[in-house]
């Protein structure tokens, strides 16, 4: 409403000066006439302005608009010659209106204020007849202009609150068919709370499809991370149960200390492996984007934290453009369990390869001993346990592979060719985005 007001009273000022303007110009075109018919015309070659009777100053008027002829109908004007007296219009009468000179060619105009209270809009100008100076002044009453100005003013305030109304209306009818279409949505977020559906349909309106996408996705994710921990926690138990069982056996026997130690020992290990994961991921937030380059600096500080006594040169070599817009806490799993296992095997040298090739294509190779065909072989399979596999690549390998299969990704080992090590492929397709 406030800024209704505003325009409102905005248009009021605009429309009463647009409208004084065209009265001025009014007014200087019937002064122009009055000069024509009281000062060039034959009425006033011999006889001086002051001796015009009213019946001469009717018969003249007769060549004017009627409104200086009838009585207050606010319409005045006044031909004042300089040296024999004024006539003024028979409209004029009982109305005391003010003497103006003005030299040949000048011309003015304003309000000019009654000492009745009256305001009046005028328009003056100065004139040369036959050798002799006039000043002829056009008059029209304000108010009666200002009220009907104010009339227009209230009807076209009244007509806009009619189309503001109209407006809100039209707008509510389009809100609420547009809310409507997204109640479809509601429900199906009720039903994916009730564990009814894995996912919202992707079937909706195109301005709210990119939100959906985007929530399947962040549902995506959370699942991962859901799988990630059960993963974890049946591989922990696995590699557990074994040296555990081992442990009861050896309790009933005192002459096996030396197996109970032993395994003791692997669990230890294990549980070291764990708490070495946790340190590489550190505390992330999901969905944050991977710089591989300073992500890969802050690795190797935590690597050399774990692998102490160890000098190992991790070197980074990044193709044009590449940009990783994978989860970061994802990056950070598989980067950095490749990295550990990889400076755990190296001699002095990992390096990371990072280029597009049908999607992001990651390569981790060192220069340690690597493992044989056999072993490779083994560690590719699909299902395998930790206890199952090359001894110092369970642990890590498995949570690489579970992520890469998140992905939809490949994972191949081999051995590298640069280094003689260890060599691991990683192809993930481009990151998903709803836009």
């Keep these: 409403m406030l800024v209704l007001g505003t325009i409102g009273w905005a248009s009021f000022l605009v429309g009463r000066q647009m409208g004084e303007t065209v009265v001025f110009e009014r007014l200087a075109d019937a002064g122009r006439r009055v000069h024509t ?3 060039s015309g034959s009425i006033s070659a011999d006889l001086p302005l002051a001796e015009l009777s009213r019946d001469d100053i009717a018969t003249a008027s007769e060549r004017l608009p009627t409104e200086y002829i009838e009585s207050a109908s606010g319409e005045l004007f006044v031909v004042h010659h300089h040296e024999h007296g004024q006539v003024s219009s028979l409209s004029a009468d009982g109305i005391e209106l003010p003497r103006l000179q003005l030299v040949p060619g000048a011309s003015r ?7 009745s209270g009256t305001r009046l809009l005028y328009w003056a100008g100065g004139y040369r007849d036959r050798g002799q100076e006039v000043t002829v002044a056009v008059y029209s009453d304000a108010t009666r202009f ?4 104010l009339s227009m003013s209230w009807l ?4 806009g609150l009619v189309l503001v109304v109209a407006l ?6 389009i809100l609420r068919r547009t809310t409507s279409r997204l109640d479809a949505i509601r429900a199906d977020i009720e039903r994916l709370g009730h564990g009814e559906i894995l996912a919202l349909p992707e079937d909706v309106p195109e301005e709210v499809r990119p939100l959906v996408v985007e929530f399947n996705l962040l549902l995506q994710r959370f699942d991962h991370r859901l799988r990630q921990s059960r993963n974890a926690l049946g591989n922990l138990a696995h590699s557990l149960k074994g040296p555990l069982n081992l442990l009861i056996r050896a309790a009933d026997d005192s002459h096996e200390a030396s197996v109970v130690k032993q395994n003791a020992v692997r669990i230890h290990q294990l549980i070291d492996g764990e708490l070495r994961r946790a340190r590489l991921v550190g505390r992330t937030s999901a969905g944050r984007r991977f710089d591989l380059a300073a992500e890969l600096d802050t690795l190797g500080g935590l690597l050399a ?9 991790i070197r980074l070599a990044e193709g044009a453009g590449v940009e990783i817009l994978h989860d970061r806490q994802d990056m950070l799993e598989l980067i950095g369990n490749l990295l550990d296992n990889a400076v755990k095997w190296a001699e002095s040298t990992v390096m990371v390869n990072a280029r597009h090739a049908d999607g992001l294509l990651l390569e981790i190779e060192d ?12 560690l590719t399979e699909r299902g395998v346990r930790l206890d199952e596999s090359v001894a110092g690549h369970g642990l890590g390998l498995a949570i690489v592979k579970d992520i890469v299969a998140t992905y939809n990704g490949e994972l191949e080992l081999d051995r590298s060719v640069r280094l003689g090590g260890l060599r691991v492929s990683i192809r993930l397709p481009e990151h998903r985005s709803a836009m």
């Design 37 to 39: 018919v009281f000062t």
């Design 109 to 115: 105009q304003g309000t000019q204020q009654l000492t």
């Design 146 to 149: 200002h009220e009907r100005l």
């Design 156 to 159: 076209a305030l009244a007509a």
């Design 168 to 173: 809100l209306f039209v707008q509510h009818l």
């Design 305 to 313: 934290q774990v692998h102490t006594g160890k000098s190992v040169d």
């Design 367 to 378: 220069d340690g001993p690597g493992v044989s065909d056999e072993e490779l072989v083994r």
